[in-house]
């Protein structure tokens, strides 16, 4: 079973709305969880993490982690044409530096 | 540019034959990790770097891989013989000792294609 589980998509949403960005993870010593954003034929983007229970806001992006559950989120406020990219959701976890990613979630933002 | 720095961008090499990319970390960035990504899923852990010590080897890692980084600095990735299955975007990622939360930061990518 892979450990950090992304719908594929493609997530569609219209400009301006928030687009929602979920991802599910099975290791409970998971312990810190990263979003990047990456481009068609790019390298991923790093755009935020975050480790504690609860909300964490950086410009039009939140990020929401629920440990009980096992479940990170990425919101994105506002969606621009521009965030049309694969977000792809990542975890890593005491005594590991490595990170372990999901497959992604392609979002489609239409203008 | 201060950002990861990675070479080749592309590489075309024919079945069978070495190959060798670099990556130039972020300069303060004592942690260094190589990935490698195929289509449609997400960056898969190779190895991992600190300073001139390699301290962790992904499983998955063939023999026909080894990776370097002489005196801490840039690290190369060697592929051996190479086979069509080796071709995917190998990412080098680094970050910096004292970030609890090892936020790493990719390099462009080199693209590997093997024919």
């Known amino acids: 079973q892979k450990e950090v589980e992304q719908n594929s998509g493609p997530l569609s949403v219209p400009e301006g709305a928030i687009a929602s960005l979920n991802c599910t993870y099975s290791?409970?010593?998971?312990?810190?969880f990263f979003w990047y954003r990456q481009y068609s034929g790019k390298s991923p983007e790093l755009i935020m993490f975050?480790?504690?229970?609860g909300d964490k806001e950086d410009g039009r992006f939140t990020a929401q982690l629920n440990k009980a559950s096992q479940y990170v989120s990425l919101l994105i406020r506002d969606s621009q044409p521009s965030d049309s990219a694969t977000y792809l959701c990542?975890?890593?976890?005491?005594?590991?530096?490595?990170?372990?990613f999901g497959s992604g979630t392609r979002l489609q933002v239409q203008p | 540019d201060t950002g990861v720095s990675q070479d080749p961008r592309h590489k075309i090499t024919k079945r069978g034959q070495n190959v060798t990319f670099r990556c130039d970390p972020i300069?303060?960035?004592?942690?260094l990790y190589w990935y490698r990504q195929t289509l449609g899923q997400g960056p898969e852990f190779l190895t991992y770097?600190?300073?001139?010590?390699?301290?962790?080897k992904s499983r998955l890692l063939s023999d026909r891989f080894s990776a370097e980084r002489p005196k801490g600095s840039f690290s190369t990735l060697e592929i051996q013989r190479t086979e069509q299955g080796d071709s995917a975007m190998y990412l080098c990622?680094?970050?910096?000792?004292?970030?609890?939360?090892?936020?790493?930061?990719f390099g462009q990518g080199t693209r590997l294609t093997v024919v």
């Open positions: 990622a680094s970050s910096v000792r004292g970030t609890t939360k090892d936020e790493a930061f």
């Open positions: 290791d409970r010593g998971s312990q810190s």
């Open positions: 975050i480790y504690s229970n």
């Open positions: 990542a975890e890593n976890y005491t005594g590991r530096r490595a990170l372990t």
């Open positions: 300069s303060e960035h004592n942690r």
């Open positions: 770097f600190q300073n001139e010590a390699q301290l962790e």
